[in-house]
């Protein structure tokens, strides 16, 4: 039931792109997606609900396919401040409201 | 502006021994969660409260209690800490009620060692 993200980690030099995958079982109703830096607590970045809504307000973009049941985020022309661990979360109907989350992503953003 | 306090933020027990984390929102939330998180794993669900006065289960709720103490505070409470209890536990909340998600704020995390 744990969505399985991918990749599990990436070594990206500042500037360059990266994708982060997110890839459900059951069909989801929203992703959410989260950062957490090391030592600190998870830190809200979007939600993608069904239909097609986007949410967020950072500069870093999501899509979700509902068809494909999956979810990816974009991070263009990275920055250092970009580093950590992505989450996403994902609610499924008759989830009653619970988020289940993936095992994370790592991110490592170099000079 | 707090946003969401936890205390203790380590602890250290052992086995049998019992504790509370507490955890407390400024922010007037409807909804508050206890989470676990262990490597490789992301964050499960232990409890939550969707508003004042209830409590549910989450992913993993074996070996915890809670308590929605008011609006404000939510508590979690290991009656016999065990070794595999050994985690970082967060708490969050969000202003959205039982019938919608929204972002989750979360708290700084208690670090837990059982020995």
């Known amino acids: 039931q744990q969505p399985v993200q991918s990749p599990q980690a990436v070594i990206l030099r500042e500037g360059e792109d990266a994708v982060i995958n997110c890839s459900s079982s059951?069909?989801?109703?929203?992703v959410h997606w989260y950062r957490q830096k090391h030592g600190e607590a998870p830190v809200f970045l979007m939600i993608l609900l069904k239909g097609g809504e986007q949410k967020g307000h950072e500069k870093i973009s999501a899509s979700f396919n509902e068809k494909k049941q999956q979810s990816s985020l974009y991070l263009t022309a990275s920055q250092l401040s970009y580093s950590g661990t992505y989450f996403c979360g994902t609610e499924m109907r008759d989830s009653n409201y619970q988020l289940i989350w993936g095992a994370g992503t790592k991110l490592i953003i170099k000079p | 502006n707090a946003g969401v306090t936890q205390t203790p933020k380590f602890q250290v027990l052992k086995t049998g021994q019992s504790m509370t984390l507490q955890c407390a929102q400024d922010m007037n939330h409807n909804s508050m969660y206890w989470y676990r998180q262990d490597p490789g794993m992301g964050l499960r669900l232990i409890y939550y409260?969707?508003?004042?006065?209830?409590?549910d289960k989450g992913e993993v709720p074996n070996g915890y209690n809670v308590s929605r103490l008011n609006k404000r505070e939510f508590s979690l409470r290991l009656e016999s800490a065990a070794p595999s209890q050994t985690s970082v536990y967060f708490c969050?909340?969000?202003?959205?009620?039982?019938?919608?998600?929204?972002?989750?704020?979360f708290g700084e995390g208690s670090r837990l060692t059982v020995l």
């Open positions: 969050a909340s969000t202003p959205w009620g039982p019938s919608n998600t929204g972002e989750l704020f």
């Open positions: 059951k069909a989801l109703y929203s």
């Open positions: 409260s969707a508003s004042e006065g209830t409590t």
